[in-house]
T-cell receptor, first 114, second 116 residues
C-alpha cells in the first residue's frame, strides 16, 4: 500500500513565522503535489514536482515555496505566515509523468495562523 | 484554460435512491485525464476512477458508474441504490501535461448526504 505521511495533523503558528510542512511517500513516486483545501473552493494546487529538484507552480503559489531534495520528501514552506494561509494542506504523490495516474493523498495538516 | 465545475454543492438523498453527481470540464488539450475522488468524513481522499481523453467508454463498478461524454465535456458519476456509507464529499479532477509533469485541477466538490 502507498503511504503518504505528513509531519503534523494540526499546527498553530503566529503571523510572520516561517512554517515548514513536510511530506514523505514510501512508494518511490516521481510526482508529488501540495494542495490547500478550503470550504467551497475544493483543492487548489500550490506546487507540484515531477522529479528531485524539479518544481512547477500550481494555481496559487504566491506566499509559498517548495523543496524536493530527495525523491521521497516534498516540503512546503510558508516564508512568512499570514492569517489567510490558515487552511487544510494536503500532500499527494503519483506515478511518473508518462501518463497522469491517480494521486495518493496524505491525511492533511490543518494549519492555523493567528 | 483548465477548469472543473461541479455545480451541485450539496445533495441529500434517502438510502436506496440513485444519485448522479455532475462534472463539467474545460480544456484546450486533446490529451487529458479525468478523475473522481471520494473524501469521507475521516478526511483522506480516496481515488475512485481515472479516464483518459481517448477512452469514452462508460464504466460500471458495482453500484458506481461513470458517463464520460466529450461532446458535452462532462464526466458524471452515478451511485445506484445509495447507502449511508456513500456520504462523503466527491471531487472531480482534470489533469493535463505541464512542463515535465501533469498539473491536476480539482472541482469544488459535491457533498453527498445519504440518510437512512
Amino acid at each position: 500500500d502507498v503511504k503518504v505521511t505528513q509531519s503534523s495533523r494540526y499546527l498553530v503558528k503566529r503571523t510572520g513565522e516561517k512554517v515548514f510542512l513536510e511530506c514523505v511517500q514510501d512508494m518511490d513516486h516521481e510526482n508529488m503535489f501540495w494542495y490547500r483545501q478550503d470550504p467551497g473552493l475544493g483543492l487548489r494546487l500550490i506546487y507540484f514536482s515531477y522529479d528531485v529538484k524539479m518544481k512547477e507552480k500550481g494555481d496559487i503559489p504566491e506566499g509559498y515555496s517548495v523543496s524536493r531534495e530527495k525523491k521521497e520528501r516534498f516540503s512546503l514552506i510558508l516564508e512568512s505566515a499570514s492569517t489567510n494561509q490558515t487552511s487544510m494542506y494536503l500532500c499527494a504523490s503519483s506515478l511518473p509523468a508518462a501518463r497522469s495516474y491517480e494521486q495518493y493523498f496524505g491525511p492533511g495538516t490543518r494549519l492555523t495562523v493567528t | 484554460a483548465q477548469k472543473v465545475t461541479q455545480a451541485q454543492t450539496e445533495i441529500s438523498v434517502v438510502e436506496k435512491e440513485d444519485v448522479t453527481l455532475d462534472c463539467v470540464y474545460e480544456t484546450r488539450d486533446t490529451t487529458y485525464y479525468l478523475f473522481w475522488y471520494k473524501q469521507p468524513p475521516s478526511g483522506e481522499l480516496v481515488f475512485l476512477i481515472r479516464r483518459n481523453s481517448f477512452d469514452e467508454q462508460n464504466e460500471i463498478s458495482g453500484r458506481y458508474s461513470w458517463n464520460f461524454q466529450k461532446s458535452t465535456s462532462s464526466f458524471n458519476f452515478t451511485i445506484t441504490a445509495s447507502q449511508v456509507v456513500d456520504s462523503a464529499v466527491y471531487f472531480c479532477a482534470l489533469s493535463e501535461q505541464r512542463g515535465g509533469g501533469f498539473k491536476t485541477i480539482f472541482g469544488a466538490g459535491t457533498r453527498l448526504f445519504v440518510k437512512a
